[in-house]
């Protein structure tokens, strides 16, 4: 083999660990997307749970409470699921839907 034909097997490596290290990379961001994702979705769900046993809810009801309070609060889902979980009581934030969703 040519010291030209080793510089070009060479560059092509070379342009193969570029494009693998992109891909884990790319990987390691979908990981990280993802765990959030089930951090999130866990709060959520025993958010519901809580909301569903002090409240005597569905657990449908209880997300739509939830989702409703953090929409009216301009606060993310989980900020509010984190208060539900956090508290022996209810939020007044989660109340007030709640007055509102058994009004309706």
Known sequence: MT?????VEHVVTDDETTELRAEIESLRSQIEQ???ALTSRVAIEQAKGVLA??????????FEV?????????QPLTRVAALVTASRTT????MHELNGHRAA
């Open 34 to 36: 993802l765990q959030t």
């Open 3 to 7: 010291v030209a034909q080793q510089e």
């Open 66 to 74: 939830l989702r409703r309070a953090a929409r009216n609060t301009r």
């Open 53 to 62: 046993e002090r409240l005597h809810l569905t657990p449908d009801e209880a």
């Open 91 to 94: 939020p007044r934030e989660v």
